[in-house]
């Protein structure tokens, strides 16, 4: 009665979808315990952690998946549905839902290896079932999946890479959020379409270097306060060694080698053009940058004229008497008579 397609569980699906109880005794059917139905979500979970099965205990596995289940279940739950377009809802409780299992999960090697593409597409519809009959339901769906399973797996990464390359908390915060940062900069503005050839170096090309950015923009252009090129390198090595790379990406030009020569290169030309800069900022520009850029500025507008500044003295700045000018000077000042003595300037 609910709408939601609803299946028989199959054998390999033990609790908690077909919990076992003792019957009252053999051969007495009225006391079997009925068989519990498994739904869409439930069988997608089952399936899509079945690669990984033979990692864990049975028992863990059983209770592994009803984890699963109930971080499926109990995403979303606080949203807002009718402020909302389906597209935000959806990233929304993917980002929800996928906090969720990280947290929990994170630890787990194998958890880059599970697809959870068709769980998360039976949760929404279970979630949000108003929206399950449109035409773009599953592309958002998919596109919702892989874009907050690529941030929640960069994230954990970032966070365990940044504890091992330095011990001072506030370098470790300004760290991850650059390096973040940037991430999603140089991840939004990455193409699938790019050639297969260059496609990984576009990716880590811009992350680098917006990292760089985003720590001259924190310490004035200095980054080398934060880290230095050589333990940043080791770094952004250590994420792909992580699997720190988009799967999205990774799956389309694959992942690239270890110890990756492109990293350091371009680490290394990243905090070439960072010291260039600082020595540009500390020196100045020229007089005729600074007469070009103010010409720039004024565009038609004319320069007010100078204004005039008063001498010092009448004569002040004048060229020096001539001989005949000073005789004639001297004579003037002979035939004044003097001023006699104890007779003040006023009254004389």
């Known amino acids: 009665g609910s709408g939601h397609s609803r299946l028989k569980c199959p054998a390999h699906i033990a609790a908690p979808c077909q919990p076992t109880m003792a019957a009252a005794g053999e051969g007495d059917a009225a006391a079997a315990p009925p068989v519990r139905e498994a739904t869409l979500l439930q069988l997608a979970i089952a399936d899509a952690l079945k690669p990984i099965s033979h990692l864990e205990q049975a028992e863990e596995f059983d209770k592994l998946k009803f984890k699963v ?4 279940t109990k995403a979303g739950r606080s949203l807002e549905v ?9 990233n929304d409780f993917a980002d929800m839902a996928f906090g969720s299992i990280f947290t929990a999960l994170g630890d787990k090697d194998w958890l880059v290896e599970v697809d959870f593409t068709v ?12 929206f399950a009959n449109m035409s773009h339901f599953e592309k958002t769906a998919q596109d919702a999946c892989d874009r907050a399973f690529d941030e929640k797996q960069s994230e954990s990464v970032l966070w365990e890479c940044v504890q091992m390359v330095s011990e001072q908390k506030q370098q470790r915060t300004k760290l991850y959020e ?11 503005s990455f193409s699938k379409n790019s050639l297969s050839t260059d496609g990984l170096e576009t990716l880590m090309g811009g992350w680098i270097k917006n990292t760089v950015e985003q720590l001259k923009a924190a310490t004035g252009g200095f980054p080398e306060q934060v880290v230095s090129a050589e333990v940043l390198t080791q770094f952004f090595n250590g994420i792909v060694a992580k699997n720190g790379l988009p799967r999205t990406v990774t799956a389309v030009f694959g992942a690239p080698p270890a110890n990756w020569p492109y990293i350091q290169s371009t680490v290394a030309e990243a905090f070439n053009e960072a010291a260039d800069d600082a020595a540009a900022a500390l020196v100045g520009p020229s007089a005729d940058e600074r007469a070009a850029g103010l010409e720039a500025e004024l565009g038609d507008r004319k320069l007010p004229p100078p204004k005039r500044s008063r001498g010092r003295a009448e004569g002040y700045g004048r060229a020096p ?22 007779i003040s300037k006023k009254k004389w």
């Open 321 to 342: 008497p001539t001989g005949e000018q000073a005789k004639a000077w001297q004579d003037q000042i002979s035939r004044m008579p003097a001023r006699p003595y104890g």
């Open 82 to 90: 009718a402020s909302k377009s389906f597209i935000q809802l959806a």
């Open 119 to 130: 769980p998360f597409t039976a949760a929404l519809r279970e979630r949000f079932p108003k």
């Open 178 to 188: 650059a390096v973040n940062l940037a991430r999603k900069t140089a991840k939004s």
């Open 69 to 72: 289940c109930t971080y499926f």
